[in-house]
């Protein structure tokens, strides 16, 4: 089953242009399935290289599961992730068709998303601003060029020097499906990204080679850990109680917005959402 399991990855990757994450958690949530289907046909002696998948296997797999006290949302990934899976050996001819339909993932009543109150947002990029030191004024442009935009953190950490145009105000980015979209930024974050670009990340950087727009100390483009961690901690500085991630500012984004007026189809456009089901989850939160 691993050769299976590989190429059903790349499919994922290649076809589907799903993200490194999906490819990992699938990952490891299809080698749990196969060990388990694996020692399910050791016991039944069958050969565990043939793919015995089974509806008895499934209907234990599924109840192994919800034995080991998993989140009802971990269960429902890993029974999707084993669905997806099947589908891709039925259309392989390799497992019947029906199988994947064996599968049931519980319901996850998803919660609303959680943003930081307007004066909380202020107070977050005021604490990113106190400092003169060049690590934190490109901390406070990437957070004010977050709060300006909505990008996820792995969006934002993309972000190439070229990708902004101060000059015109936007910014161009390219989703991890490989969809192109371009955001609007006002004047006064336009002013704070030009500084930063003509300035501060000059001063960061050791290869003129490097093309990333936000960098580290040693020069080299930031990650999205380090990210969420230049986050946390001018949020803690900031005396703001709450867990605050990059997902934060993008749901505060949104919400702020809801509430200034903007209408959901063009929030739907800036997030980069497929459907505006997913947006209209922040209207309900707001």
Not at 101 to 108: D, I, N, T
Request: charged fraction near 30%; hydrophobic fraction near 40%; include cysteine.
């Amino acid at each position: 089953m691993e050769e299976d399991i590989r190429l059903f990855l790349n499919y994922l990757a290649k076809e589907k242009k799903c993200s490194k994450n999906t490819q990992d958690a699938y990952h490891n949530d299809l080698n749990q399935l196969a060990d388990y289907i694996a020692s399910e046909s050791e016991r039944d002696e069958a050969d565990p290289a043939q793919n015995e998948f089974s509806e008895e296997h499934l209907k234990s797999y599924m109840l192994k599961l919800r034995e080991k006290n998993y989140a009802l949302s971990t269960i429902a990934r890993k029974i999707a992730a084993a669905r997806a899976f099947l589908r891709f050996m039925s259309e392989k001819g390799k497992v019947r068709k029906d199988l994947a339909l064996k599968l049931s993932a519980p319901k996850v009543i998803k919660s609303l998303p959680k943003g930081l109150s307007v004066v909380e947002v202020q107070r977050l990029l005021t604490e990113s601003a106190r400092l003169p030191t060049f690590d934190a004024k490109r901390d406070r442009a990437m957070l004010e060029l977050l709060y300006a935009t909505g990008l996820l953190a792995s969006e934002l950490m993309a972000l190439n020097v070229d990708d902004v145009n101060p000059h015109h105000g936007k910014v161009k980015v390219v989703s991890q499906r490989g969809r192109e979209r371009v955001i609007p930024i006002d004047s006064r974050v336009s002013f704070l990204m030009r500084d930063y670009i003509d300035v501060v990340r000059i001063k960061l950087l050791t290869d003129d080679k490097e093309n990333a727009l936000f960098v580290n100390q040693r020069g080299d483009r930031l990650t999205r850990q380090g990210f969420w961690q230049i986050v946390q901690g001018h949020a803690d500085s900031a005396g703001i109680k709450a867990k605050v991630t990059p997902r934060t500012l993008r749901h505060s984004y949104a919400m702020h917005k809801l509430n200034s007026g903007a209408d959901l189809r063009s929030i739907q456009e800036v997030l980069g959402h497929a459907h505006i089901s997913t947006t209209r989850a922040y209207k309900q939160a707001s």
